[in-house]
């Protein structure tokens, strides 16, 4: 009903179709989870992902991530790169399919990744919506090719700049004032992120730089992988003496991780983690865990 108590017709004009990346910009919070703090930060960890899943891939050694003085972004990573061939059904080139249609990449193909965080596909995509500017640059095929953005939409083609001989790619980004208005990026929640992920990824070096601050130049990076996470976890803590338990296995193409060490509390810490991704509620690798524990014990002690 109208205000003057008319009944308001429903018709196919009030349909709406939003093309492209206008979704995104109409509703970021679907994408994101929300337009403050928290979905400021998811904008960094897109981008992260895609290169640490570069790194499960078997072809990323270094991550770097700096926060710029005017609160941009730049990750780079030494994986083999987005492709930059054309895209054989949008005819135009793979790295642009990437950066400006959602449920498009290489996480849909077993063959590309068997192994990632982002399963979904609109990762880059929305952080690309969701920048004023965004400069991609790639390094692939001794060459190095770069792209420009301003909230989603292309300022320049695809191009070659130059030759190189490394590979990998290069995204700087700012997130847009008119989405995110005074939300600032913090450097505890990213590094504390950052070092997870290191934790998580053993012999992954990732450097962190926020030029902001006088907190520069820190790398993460940690040969013992999730046990020298458990020994970080237990650090304030008295522990039983003896080598942290690690427990390795392979399965029908699914690899596990397990490492324990007993401290003087009363109380558990157990974190889990699916593919680099915090399973806080629990799921069936959890429970099978506890169980398997317990029984384990259970038999030792009879």
């Excluded at 080139?93 to 400006?100: I, L, R, Y």
């Excluded at 991609?136 to 420009?148: A, D, K, T």
């Excluded at 680099?276 to 038999?299: D, M, Y």
């Amino acid at each position: 009903m109208t205000d003057n108590g008319e009944k308001q017709l429903y018709g196919a004009e009030h349909i709406k179709v939003l093309d492209g990346l206008e979704a995104v910009r109409n509703t970021p919070g679907m994408y994101i989870g929300n337009t403050g703090t928290e979905g400021l930060h998811q904008l960094v960890w897109e981008v992260v992902d895609n290169s640490v899943d570069e790194a499960l891939a078997g072809y990323c050694r270094n991550i770097s991530v700096v926060v710029h003085l005017d609160s941009s972004v730049t990750i780079e990573d030494d994986g083999r790169g987005i492709p930059t061939d054309m895209h054989p059904t949008e005819k135009v080139p793979a790295a642009e399919v990437v950066m400006t249609i959602l449920h498009a990449g290489g996480k849909f193909d077993s063959d590309t990744y068997k192994v990632s965080g982002g399963l979904h596909g609109v990762g880059v995509s929305v952080v690309n919506a969701l920048s004023e500017l965004l400069k991609l640059e790639i390094r692939r095929g001794g060459q190095v090719f770069r792209q420009i953005y301003r909230r989603g939409k292309k300022v320049t083609d695809l191009e070659i700049v130059g030759t190189t001989k490394r590979n990998g790619t290069k995204i700087t980004f700012k997130p847009d004032q008119e989405v995110f208005g005074a939300a600032e990026l913090n450097y505890d929640t990213i590094a504390s992120r950052l070092r997870e992920l290191a934790f998580l990824n053993k012999g992954l070096s990732i450097s962190f730089d926020d030029e902001r601050s006088q907190k520069q130049n820190v790398v993460f990076e940690f040969e013992g992988g999730i046990v020298s996470f458990v020994e970080h976890l237990n650090r304030a803590r008295k522990t039983m003496e003896g080598n942290t338990i690690f427990i390795s296995s392979e399965k029908d193409g699914n690899w596990v991780e397990c490492a324990i060490q007993y401290n003087d509390g009363y109380s558990e810490t157990l974190l889990s983690y699916c593919n680099n991704i915090n399973t806080f509620e629990g799921g069936t690798h959890v429970s099978g865990f506890r169980a398997a524990l317990t029984r384990t014990i259970n038999q030792y002690a009879n």
